[in-house]
Every structure is written in structure tokens, then in C-alpha cells.
Nanobody, 126 residues
Framework: QVQLVESGGGVVQAGGSLRLSCAVSGRSFSTYSMGWFRQTPGKEREFVAAIYRTDGTRDYADSVKGRFTISRDNAKNTLYLQMNSLKSEDTAVYYC???????????????????WGQGTQVTVSS
């Protein structure tokens, strides 16, 4: 198991940018596929983006495609989410998650991930 700690959330105006970071403890970061999810009150946690552990293949929810970029730095044990052109509907608590499961096809499901951070709040004001 690894420990995940998100940072970088805050308040930003619509059209602005933020970069979230997720620091991962442990020496096995490169063996984890990583994802970002978000959640608003009363709603289920929803998939935002994921990056595969071996070849860096990326996947994005349609709602963020072209605006958000997921990346990882294995030397720093850190996952990132660059968020540009932010909209009010991007307001949520953002969570990073890690998975060692082999089946990439389940990357958009909460249950595929075994490790989660505590979340960081992103608020986009219009």
C-alpha cells in the first residue's frame, strides 16, 4: 500500500488554471496506474483522468478532454493534474487514486483503485 496526499487546490476564477499534485509515499509508485476523480455533495465520485503505469497511456472524461492534462513524474513519486480553462462545473473535491490491478479497461471505476488520497477542494467562481 502507498499513501497519497493531494495539494494545489484553491479558488480560481472561471477561465483560470490550477495544477493539482499528488505525492505518493513508498518505492513502488511506478507500478501503479494512477487516476484523478472528483466529487460534489450529494453526487457519486466521478472519473476525471487516468494514466497507465507502464506506457503512460492517458484517458480523460469527455467533460475535461482538451482542458485537463494528467502526468506523472516517477522520479519524484508525484502525479499531476493540470487544469486549464476552468468552468464553474469543475468545482469539486478532487481525489487522486492508485491501482495495481492489471485490467486497464476498468480504469474509470472507483473500485479499480485500492489507494486514495484525502482530497483537495477546487472552487471555480464565475
Amino acid at each position: 500500500q502507498v499513501q497519497l496526499v493531494e495539494s494545489g487546490g484553491g479558488v480560481v476564477q472561471a477561465g483560470g488554471s490550477l495544477r493539482l499534485s499528488c505525492a505518493v509515499s513508498g518505492r513502488s509508485f511506478s507500478t501503479y496506474s494512477m487516476g484523478w476523480f472528483r466529487q460534489t455533495p450529494g453526487k457519486e465520485r466521478e472519473f476525471v483522468a487516468a494514466i497507465y503505469r507502464t506506457d503512460g497511456t492517458r484517458d480523460y472524461a469527455d467533460s475535461v478532454k482538451g482542458r485537463f492534462t494528467i502526468s506523472r513524474d516517477n522520479a519524484k513519486n508525484t502525479l499531476y493534474l493540470q487544469m486549464n480553462s476552468l468552468k464553474s462545473e469543475d468545482t469539486a473535491v478532487y481525489y487522486c487514486a492508485g491501482s495495481q490491478a492489471p485490467f486497464w479497461g476498468s480504469r474509470r471505476t472507483v473500485g479499480w483503485y485500492g489507494s486514495w488520497g484525502q482530497g483537495t477542494q477546487v472552487t471555480v467562481s464565475s
